[in-house]
């Protein structure tokens, strides 16, 4: 079966530096997200993305965060500047319209 | 805006028994409905789905749901639990090309 693959699986970085995350979505999905999760918290939804740009943001997705398809097949979250409460394992997912998403398995990112 | 609550935290349940995870969600419209489970470390894997109609769903696993619009629950059951059944559920509701999930309900299986 088709998987969403993220990488790297544990980054760290420390306070202040950029990052960026990577995801390779199944390849015949036309909508992208990311979502994180914090320690003991629930999955929260930071965006969506559909025909090369944003097509939802939630409050958490300030400017210090960015998406791009920078071509066919990578979706990358960018952190401009790192903050220690950005620690958290952050999904990537997948779909081919308003149905069932598919995740990967996550990257855990630790600020510093 | 949509959101899920699912009212218990933790749930432990001894191996062959029954296990039933509650999900109530607000929706203004007829929702997408999605079980999610999280293995420790692990992503999340889809269980079972509700878009519409039969309102008891089937999903992986062994696992069942029911939508319950009068309720606004879309509750999860497994008649017989196994060990690898330990881990943390979460209930969410689809709008809009987002997912608004609950805060997921940790499930121990004790032998």
Known sequence: EPEVTQTPSHQVTQMGQEVILR???ISNHLYFYWYRQILGQKVEFLVSFYNNEISE?????DDQFSVERPDGSNFTLKIRSTKLEDSA??????SEGAGHQHFGDGTRLSIL | AQSVTQPDIHITVSEGASLELRCNYSYGATPYLFWYVQSPGQGLQLLLKYFSGDTL???IKGFEAEFKRSQSSFNLRKPSVHWSDAAEYFCAVGADYKLSFGAGTTVTVRA
Request: charged share 10%.
């Open chain 2, 57 to 59: 769903v089937q999903g």
């Open chain 1, 57 to 61: 943001k939630s409050e958490i997705f």
């Open chain 1, 89 to 94: 394992m952050y999904f990537c997912a997948s």
């Open chain 1, 23 to 25: 995801c390779v979505p």
